[in-house]
């Protein structure tokens, strides 16, 4: 049988002494108001005495004094045997975990060998102690390391030395390694939560790494927080496509986006938050195409759009709010057929100098702060 994955510290048990008298004084409890309650349901009133007792009388008595010593014997049996079960529990437990810990050792030392097929090999065997791991807390630890692997300095493409084939050689073979990272727990994301092996509600923190590309595609971010503080989106495509949104708080807040695309297309955004606070976006672009807010906060604060192409073709608005204090100067912001229905959509305080909106075949309220230009509006 799995085991659970609580958070045991350990196992406490009372002494036995203590333990026993609360059982006695229970089961007292419980035999007196059984026969109290059965007592008044007959209606009985008084008990007749019996200054002489006959022989059958006697032996009843003798079997009731018989009885009550067999269920003392009984309850201490039970209370002997539930300490035992729990003990060998915790021995189970903690010798799972020991076992795990030898693994886990194992698969962090392959982690910094030179071959990166070692490496690969490290990154499965991790993730694979992740699934298998007696507690949360050790499972947690296992995602803990495979984030922090992304989190080492890494050179992007785009800033490879010319004419250097070995770099090259190395880079590719170390992005394998990165997006076999990425793609390994967006597969535990897109897992359901009840799953055994869904890594949904844990914590993962990927703040200042580099992605040069990741497909998040469908997955789920429910629970726990997710930071994306820091990280440079360098030049490739990022696909958060038909990801759920649906608690906890997932932070992009000083990301940068240099010129690659970023997709949120049919993304829902259900509860939660999703913030992205002195964002910068320069040059590339970020879809929202056909995603549905119903519930979730989605916070553009301070977030500077230099030339990038903001896009929500399709979107549905239902409920909660998308903020923008943004400067969208020279950008482009979409909202063709989008559906205003009940989100609080704002744009107080944004720049739109020089920025292209455009609103058409879009139903509902013109969003707080958007401007209307060239005569669109909202039908």
């Not at 915790?90 to 910094?112: C, I, M, P």
């Not at 672009?285 to 989605?298: L, N």
């Amino acid at each position: 049988m799995r085991p659970n994955l609580s958070r045991r510290r350990g196992l406490r048990l009372w002494p036995v002494g203590p333990v026993l008298s609360l059982t006695f004084l229970t089961a007292l409890a419980v035999a007196g108001a059984v026969f109290f309650t059965v007592w008044d349901l007959l209606g009985v009133h008084g008990l007749k005495s019996e200054p002489r007792i006959d022989s059958g009388t006697l032996f009843d008595l003798v079997k009731l004094s018989f009885g009550v010593v067999g269920g003392a014997g009984a309850l201490v049996a039970l209370v002997v045997a539930y300490r035992r079960q729990r003990v060998d529990e915790d021995a189970a437990l903690r010798e799972s975990t020991r076992l795990h810990t030898e693994r886990f050792t194992t698969a962090v030392s392959q982690l910094g060998e030179e071959s990166a097929a070692v490496r690969l090999g490290g990154v499965h065997a991790l993730a694979g102690l992740a699934d298998d791991a007696p507690t949360r807390d050790l499972r947690q630890t296992c995602i803990d390391v495979l984030c922090a692997y992304l989190r080492l300095p890494y050179m992007a493409e785009i800033d490879l030395p010319a004419n250097d084939p070995q770099s090259w050689h190395d880079y590719l073979a170390l992005r394998e390694v990165r997006h076999t990272i990425i793609r390994l727990t967006r597969d535990h994301l897109r897992l359901p939560r009840d799953h055994p092996r869904s890594w949904q509600g844990h914590d993962f923190d990927f703040s200042n790494v580099v992605f040069d590309g990741g497909d998040w595609t469908r997955a789920q971010f429910s629970g726990g927080h997710v930071s994306f503080a820091g990280a440079h989106f360098s030049g490739g495509d990022v696909e958060f496509s038909g990801a759920q949104f649906s608690g906890g708080q997932v932070d992009f807040g000083d990301a940068l986006f240099s010129g690659g695309r970023v997709r949120f297309v049919m993304a829902e955004f259900s509860g939660g938050e999703i913030i992205f606070e002195e964002t910068q976006f320069s040059g590339g672009q970020i879809s929202f195409i056909g995603a549905q807010f119903s519930g979730s906060g989605v916070f553009f604060i301070t977030t500077e759009f230099s030339g990038a192409e903001v896009s929500f073709n399709t979107a549905t608005f239902e409920s909660g709010e998308v903020i923008f204090v943004a400067d969208l100067s020279g950008g482009k912001v979409d909202f063709s057929r989008a559906h205003f229905v009940g989100a609080q959509v704002s744009f107080e305080g944004s720049d739109f100098s020089g920025c292209l909106i455009d609103l058409e075949d879009a139903v509902g309220n013109v969003p707080e702060g958007l401007p209307v230009v060239n005569g669109n509006s909202v039908s």
